[in-house]
């Protein structure tokens, strides 16, 4: 018996011995697979997390580095990798913005171009209207102004200037007249604007009167609306040329190929200037605790604006039209989010977001190519919000109570006004200056704006280019779903055709009679088979 037991034991050690062995080894390839999965994902998603990891990184540079008391010209030194970033982001926006046009609008036919164009300027306008009023009520609600009514420049260390303000008329003017660029080159580089000459006049009575004369000049900037314009007419001509053009599309293709190259290029260097940009501006703040304890209701109100906006508003309008997830889809662009965040500019986001939504989400290369410089020029919902909270701002402040009038002009004009805003850093303060003209505020308290403005025109580009991929992702959709539409309908035309085609057969005479001898040889040939076997 013992023998036997101990035989036994003995079995029983040799079978748990290969057992014990298989699960060791199972257990480490089940390591190894997890240690390539992580090697994979961080290889997949190396981008954002250095991008991230230079935001993180730029936060501590400034403060480490703020304690000191650099000059200008050392803080310049500090803030000259990120302006390398800003520089390199920029030379690439003008070919892409009209490669990417050109292309986008050949590619398409002029129905399709037609319809998602309409879509694209409900959208667009649509979401505008919601962030303006967003920023009324919470405005309203908050009440960033009120008890505020002792600020002043002086007191918060502050410049007084602010901002030439110009007529209504004539903003709304130099708008229209910058779609339409007199020279090409030119809107390259500048762009019209009104400015005004006072002149000394006679009058009848005699007496000598001022008088504010308007004079067209040429400013410093892209007219990205000029070229935006252009761009789109001249793909859909080229569209309709048919084979004579299709060179010239092939060229804007080729180049729009080669900018994205660049643009590839260029991502990586994203995370080294987003650490000297954040970091540098960190160190530019002269007091920090005085503005927020100051502003710092304004400073909340316009922040939360922004969050319900684009947390919540923006990715229930998504999830509506494509009942999708709308959090996954933003996952894929978080790279181009924290571009945003760290360059205040919607243009210099535009080439990492062409790139991430495409590569990362799958967006068609026609629409984003279409819909994406389009909506960086036009598309301004963080500015909107930004607009609105800043003009009730300065209500409250003034303790002036908006009436209904008002607060209708503040809407309309801050979604026409954020058109044209410009997406460069700062761009929105001026056009606060003609809502504040339209509704017969002072326009001397802009400079407190101005002394936040670097901290709340982040989230505002964060918004605007958010808004921008959502309305792409939903065109995207609606493109796909009208193409499988066609498809299924192209299904339903061939299946009913070859339908007719049978019963047609079976009521013709002819082909009954034909069918009839052909069956009777069919079957008559198997029986003859068989017998001569």
């Known amino acids: 018996m013992e023998a036997a037991d101990e035989a036994g034991s003995g079995r029983n050690g040799h079978a748990e011995g290969p057992a014990a062995a298989a699960e060791q080894q199972q257990q480490q390839r089940g390591g190894g697979a997890r240690l390539r999965g992580c090697r994979g994902f961080l290889r ?49 926006i003008l070919p892409l913005v009209v490669c990417s046009l050109v292309s986008g609008a050949a590619s398409l036919d002029t ?67 910058n779609l339409f660029p007199a020279n090409l080159v030119a809107a390259a ?25 308007p004079v067209g000049t040429e400013i410093e900037g892209m007219n990205i609306l000029g070229l935006v314009l252009f761009a789109l007419v001249l793909g859909v001509a080229l569209k309709k040329l048919g084979q004579e053009g299709e060179d010239l599309i092939r060229f804007f293709n080729s180049f729009n190929e080669a900018t994205m190259v660049l643009v590839s290029w260029i991502m990586w260097y994203v995370p080294i200037g987003i650490m000297f940009l954040v ?39 998504y999830f509506a039209a494509t009942r999708q997830n709308p959090y996954r889809f933003l996952l894929g662009l978080i790279t181009p989010l924290a571009t945003a965040f760290a360059t205040c500019s919607s243009s210099a986001t535009l080439p990492s977001m062409i ?31 930004f607009q609105c909270m800043a003009a009730v701002f300065i209500a409250q402040l003034n303790n002036v109570d908006l009436n209904p009038g008002q607060i209708f002009t503040i809407l309309v004009t801050a979604t026409a006004s954020s058109v044209g805003a410009a ?25 407190l704006i101005l002394a936040v403005d670097w901290i709340v ?67 008559a040939d198997p029986e003859s088979k068989e017998s001569v076997l």
Request: neutral net charge; charged residues 20%.
């Open 423 to 447: 997406g460069v850093p700062a761009g929105g303060v001026l056009t606060i200056a003609i809502i504040l003209e339209a509704i017969g505020l002072p326009t001397n308290d802009l400079s």
């Open 44 to 92: 997949r998603n190396a981008l954002v997390v250095l991008t991230v990891s230079g935001v993180v990184a730029g936060v501590a540079l400034g403060a480490a580095v703020r304690g000191a008391a650099l000059g200008p010209a050392q803080v310049a030194y500090l803030a000259f990798p990120g302006e390398l970033l800003l520089r390199m982001l920029r030379m690439v």
């Open 279 to 317: 970091g540098s501006k960190i160190v530019e703040m002269e007091d920090l605790v005085l503005l927020v304890t100051s502003l710092g209701k304004y400073i909340f109100a316009s922040v939360l604006g922004h969050f319900i906006h684009g947390g919540i508003i923006l990715p229930l309008i």
């Open 111 to 177: 129905r399709s171009l037609g319809r998602l164009g309409g879509i694209a300027v409900a959208y667009f306008l649509g979401t505008t209207l919601l962030a303006s009023g967003l920023a009324v009520a919470l405005g309203f609600i908050v009440r960033p102004g009120a008890g505020a009514s002792a600020l002043n420049a002086p007191q918060l260390g502050l410049p007084s200037a602010v901002p030439t303000s110009k007529e209504t008329v004539d903003s709304f003017l130099d708008l229209v007249r």
């Open 355 to 385: 790139k991430c939504i495409e590569e990362n989400n799958g967006v068609d290369k026609r629409i984003s190519r279409f819909i994406l410089p389009i909506g960086a020029t036009v598309n301004m919902d963080g500015a909107a919000i």
């Open 457 to 523: 025109d982040r989230t505002t580009t964060v918004v605007n280019v958010e808004g921008d991929a959502l309305g792409a992702g939903i065109l995207n959709y609606l493109n796909e779903k009208e193409k499988k539409d066609k498809e299924q309908e192209l299904k339903e035309v061939n299946v009913e055709a070859v339908a007719n085609s049978k019963s047609e057969g079976e009521t013709s005479p002819l082909v009954t009679h034909k069918t009839q001898v052909s069956n009777t040889t069919s079957t």
């Open 189 to 213: 580089f500048r762009t019209y604007a009104t400015e005004y000459k006072m002149l000394l006049r006679n009058t009848t009575s005699g007496n000598l009167t001022w008088e504010k004369v």
